[in-house]
């Protein structure tokens, strides 16, 4: 065999110049770079050490041969023609990956089949011993690539994926990559601000993979150092004396680094369940003295480093894959940019972001950024110099102000650290962090939030109301309905035509997002949002979330219990409220009738009114269940019946009589517990009809819906006295949307 072997090193996309750079450093020459690899050519040494040293590569791939191929019958004999003796016992084991196709090979699987074929036959004894498959830890690891009709057949020197260092056994829902945490670290400069002496600190750190790789990197640790097996160990070409002079010599870097003054390098979780999971990969990496992890959330993360040092804020925040996470994702990154801002100040940071569209809302510019992909996700890291200069808050500045902000920087001045009684330092005064400034068009719907909050002020006041709609798609552009429930606000985003670039819908939600606390004075966790699609059967009804987190609100002189989060009514209309102070005036002394109850609130204002009885029927036992707290809340427990079932069959079995029905019927249902299909335009006239038949002389029937396409059938008004009280029925916080929904009192005509 040569002294000098071609090596291909493989690695995650967009890695490809940092590790030309890396290997070069570690003797590879001729180095020349591939989409996810690199090549170049070195000897055994410079093999055994870029598997021992490489913080980026995924495999070192030792090429045995190169050679034409047309079809199948190349590729096996091709592969036959290799001295498989000088690399494999006969009763070894083997595992082949094959990537690339063309010359006659259709799947990746039938390749490997071939090389696999070859490689035993030529081994195979004439006793019939042959080398048997094994996936897992195979004696020896063959990959071939097919590369525009050339074969690249070669060995694995790395066995398992470089990336997987050791140390990681337990991990977050969405961990990084060891390789591409190094990568981040590198691009942000971290083996500088080591060698300087300086901090790393990681608010959303999970379970420690960018702490584990800076302490590797600051304590010059290699990587791989702990992995006992390799691709090359029963590798008959494998050279032990050298690969151990190799590992003692980083044995005792390791030690060596290990003995310094250990930087200073702390994560904070906010997640409990992480942060033993953390420690453990930090003790299992030895890294224990040098790294501490603590609980916290990234609106309080403050690093206080031991001798006052400054250093590099990294983190990699999580990205959503539901609607609901985009605003609490925004606040994530508006309390991160405020935290840098306030607590960070003269530190470099470094955001990973698989949506860079947020990192621009952090109110603090990127110097630099960089291109990568975790997996198939393309994302950003953005670099950032925490200085006054790049951040992006308050009035807007003109370009000649910032130039003379560039060339005249803020002094920080250095005060001194004050102690307490037992010499721990005082915590300084807390400082108010200038808000992220908004753009054009959030300042805009900021303007028209704070005027419809101003105009409403003195009814609702003079109301006693504390839950209403704030806005209601006032600005077509910025298409939501926006609800105030006491000190919290539900968003409901109307779901953006087809016509609509997603990437300029996107961009205005996150612009009303980001005015909605500033404007309405609101903690940002306190914002809850979701999308208002069109619905099909039961689907408006079912669960998005699973919090069980309730509210309790007031409306005329009732308590209600409304939730936010966990289905897209939070079991309280708004528009009804005028009809549900009605049914409150009305029902004194009354038996009052509640079909498709819901939570019951018509109820309970009845209760409330002085009502005889109460009657609620509802399909769902999840609603009734609301209901039944919502009388208990407000002490009404007897003669307030609830009924689950189906109204349709209810009333044709019921024979009791009613003074007082309400009746808000879905557009349409097919639930499962009930008969046959619901549809509100097709089904009006059998349901009123059968309703008032329960109606007792002289009684009233509401009826109402929110179907924009309803019509009442013609017929009703020939039987019965019919009024449309549609617009008494609408509050002033609905006044702009008279459509919300259509109401009607129906009596028997006398």
Not at 505 to 526: V, Y
Not at 586 to 608: C, D, I, M, P, Q
Request: proline share 4%; hydrophobic share 40%.
């Amino acid at each position: 065999m040569s002294d000098r072997y071609e090596l291909f090193l493989t690695c995650p996309k967009g890695l490809e110049g940092l590790l030309a750079e890396e290997a070069t450093a570690l003797g590879l020459q001729e180095t020349r770079e591939h989409t996810s690899a690199i090549r170049g050519s070195a000897d055994m040494e410079t093999a055994y050490r870029l598997c021992l040293w490489s913080r980026l590569a995924n495999r070192v791939l030792l090429v045995l041969k190169r050679f034409p191929m047309k079809d199948a019958e190349d590729l096996y004999h091709g592969v036959l023609d290799v001295e498989w003796q000088d690399h494999l016992e006969s009763d070894g084991t083997i595992a082949v990956e094959f990537s690339g196709h063309g010359s006659g090979i259709d799947n990746t699987h039938f390749g490997a089949l071939k090389v696999k074929d070859a490689i035993v036959d030529k081994l195979r004894t004439p006793d019939g011993e042959r080398p048997s498959v094994d996936k897992i830890n195979p004696d020896l690891r063959v990959h071939l690539r097919l590369d525009r009709g050339e074969a690249i057949l070669s060995l694995d020197l790395s066995g398992h994926s470089l990336h997987q260092r050791g140390y990681r056994l337990q991990q977050g829902a969405a961990p990084l990559k060891e390789n591409l945490a190094a990568a981040i670290l590198i691009r942000a400069g971290w083996p500088r601000i080591a060698a300087e002496g300086g901090a790393l600190a990681d608010p959303m750190c999970g379970v420690g993979t960018f702490l584990v790789e800076a302490g590797m990197i600051a304590a010059d640790i290699a990587p791989n150092i702990k992995r006992e097996r390799w691709g090359f160990s029963a590798w008959l070409g494998h050279v032990p004396a050298l690969w151990r002079k190799l590992h003692d010599e980083a044995l005792a870097r390791a030690e060596a680094g290990l003995a310094k003054t250990p930087s200073w390098i702390r994560g904070y979780e906010a997640d409990p369940r992480l942060i033993q999971p953390g420690r453990n990969n930090i003790e299992r990496a030895g890294l224990s003295d040098w790294i501490k992890v603590y609980q916290g959330e990234v609106a309080t993360f403050e690093p206080r480093p031991d001798q006052n040092q400054k250093g590099l804020v990294i983190c990699n925040p999580p990205y959503g894959e539901r609607l609901g996470d985009e605003a609490s994702l925004l606040y994530l990154y508006q309390n991160l940019g405020e935290r840098l801002r306030q607590a960070c100040l003269n530190w470099e940071a470094a955001v990973f972001t698989g949506a860079p569209d947020l990192g621009k809302r952090m109110g603090i510019r990127s110097h630099k950024q960089y291109s990568f992909w975790n997996g198939a996700l393309p994302c950003k890291l953005l670099l950032i110099k925490v200085t006054p200069d790049q951040f992006v808050t308050g009035e807007r500045r003109t370009p000649e102000q910032r130039q003379i902000e560039r060339e005249n920087p803020v002094e920080v001045e250095v005060v001194e650290r004050k102690l307490n009684k037992n010499g721990n330092p005082i915590k300084p005064e807390p400082v108010v962090v200038e808000q992220a400034r908004l753009s054009e068009g959030g300042q805009m719907f900021a303007n028209r939030l704070q005027k419809n909050l101003k105009l409403m002020g003195k009814w609702v006041r003079r109301e006693g109301i504390d839950c209403y709609r704030v806005y209601d798609a006032d600005m077509p552009e910025y298409s939501l309905a926006i609800d105030l429930y006491h000190d919290w606000v539900h968003v409901q985003e109307y779901a953006a035509p087809k016509s609509i670039d997603p990437e300029k819908a996107s961009a205005r939600l996150f612009d009303a997002l980001a005015a909605i606390p500033q404007a309405l004075n609101i903690d940002k966790n306190r914002v809850v949002i979701k999308r208002r699609e069109r619905q099909s059967g039961t689907k408006q009804y079912e669960r998005q979330s699973a919090q069980g987190q309730f509210l309790e609100v007031s409306e005329g002189g009732v308590k209600l219990l409304v939730n936010l989060t966990d289905y897209l009514d939070t079991g309280l209309f708004l528009d009804h409220r005028p009809m549900r102070m009605r049914i409150q005036r009305e029902a004194s002394g009354k038996r009052f009738l509640n079909l498709f109850a819901y939570t019951a609130t018509a109820s309970v204002h009845a209760a409330k009114g002085g009502a005889r009885s109460t009657t609620s029927v509802d399909l769902s036992r999840t609603y009734l269940d609301w209901a039944r707290r919502n009388l208990s809340l407000n002490g009404f427990s007897d003669k307030n019946r609830l009924e689950q079932g189906d109204v349709m069959a209810w009333l044709q079995a019921n024979r009791d009589e009613y003074d007082l029905i309400f009746i808000d019927p879905p557009t349409f249902s097919n639930s499962k517990r009930m008969e046959g299909i619901f549809d509100v335009q097709r089904d009006q006239v059998e349901l009123i009809d059968l309703a008032m038949a329960r109606l007792a002389p002289g009684g009233v029937l509401y009826f109402s819906n929110n179907f924009r396409k309803f019509v009442l059938d013609e017929n009703l008004s020939q039987r019965y006295t019919v009024e449309d009280i549609t617009a008494h029925t609408i509050d002033q916080d609905f006044a702009r949307n008279g459509k919300i929904h259509r109401a009607w009192k129906i009596m028997a005509r006398s």
